[in-house]
């Protein structure tokens, strides 16, 4: 069974930064990856993709902001997010995107307030 963890959430001020790391327990780098969010009372929604020949596309709300990068020696995915604001307070996981979703890791909160 496939297992993502997800870490590097926090508290933060607007503004601020956060660095997500995504640890995947399989080989990663034929897939494409991505990380979601889900906010309270809202749907899941598909924050950042990456190819597995590395090409990325962003939700617009965030498109400037957050970058997403992968490390396939290590199976890892990040998300680097920077100019935070409020409505990015949410449960941020990954997970694959070719051939449609693993099971679901644990996610890690970000909250951004002051």
């Known amino acids: 069974q496939v297992q993502l963890v997800e870490s590097g959430g926090g508290l933060v001020q607007p503004g601020g930064s956060l660095r997500l790391s995504c640890a995947a327990s399989v080989t990663i780098s034929l897939y494409a990856m991505g990380w979601y969010r889900q906010a309270p009372g809202k749907q899941r929604e598909l924050v950042a993709t990456?190819?597995?020949?590395?090409?990325?596309n962003y939700l617009d709300s965030v498109k400037g902001r957050f970058t997403i990068s992968r490390d396939n020696a290590n199976n890892m995915v990040y998300l680097q997010m920077n100019s935070l604001k409020p409505e990015d307070t949410a449960v941020y996981y990954c997970?694959?995107?070719?051939?449609?979703?693993w099971g679901w890791g644990q996610g890690t909160q970000v909250t951004v307030s002051s």
């Open positions: 997970n694959r995107i070719t051939f449609g979703a």
């Open positions: 990456m190819t597995a020949g590395g090409g990325t």
